[in-house]
């Protein structure tokens, strides 16, 4: 069963590059260049046991349009988002109260821009620890 992605970046092309990238490597992934429109973010409950299974990573740029990626995980986690792999990539993240608040959900941060290598190498590091697959689909209207 392939792993599932949820990438969230307001740039298309950042957007693409990561999907690509993912998809490559054999996950099912869901892209989304606003949180407002991605179902973990604007659903009042989990969404994922009615849309067939978990994220197994979470990909979210920190500045996007309306809520930015440390309020994404935040919301998420107090819907008891069972997903443990969360990466936070940004260009321009500076304040050190962000970095600690996303810090304390367990969450990676990347600095953009990156190399689509240090992203395969958090992937290498996830699947190498034996990262539960999720048991059923997560598949999502885009």
């Not at 990909?59 to 008891?80: A, Q, S």
């Not at 443990?84 to 970095?99: A, E, F, H, V």
């Amino acid at each position: 069963m392939s792993r599932r992605a949820l990438i969230l970046d307001d740039d298309p092309l950042v957007l693409s590059l990561l999907q690509g990238g993912l998809s490559r490597r054999g996950y099912e992934v869901s892209t989304f260049s606003c949180p407002l429109s991605c179902p973990l973010y604007s659903h009042g409950s989990c969404p994922c046991p009615f849309m067939g299974g978990c994220p197994d990573v979470i990909v979210t740029d920190f500045d996007m349009p309306f809520v930015n990626g440390v309020e994404f995980i935040e919301r998420v986690k107090r819907k008891l988002c069972k997903c443990r792999n969360i990466l936070l990539i940004s260009g321009c993240l500076t304040d050190p109260l962000d970095l600690r608040r996303a810090a304390e959900h367990g969450v990676t941060f990347m600095a953009k821009p990156f190399h689509l290598n240090q992203l395969h190498d958090w992937l290498d590091s996830i699947e190498r620890q034996g990262a539960p697959v999720s048991q059923t689909g997560f598949a999502v209207a885009v």
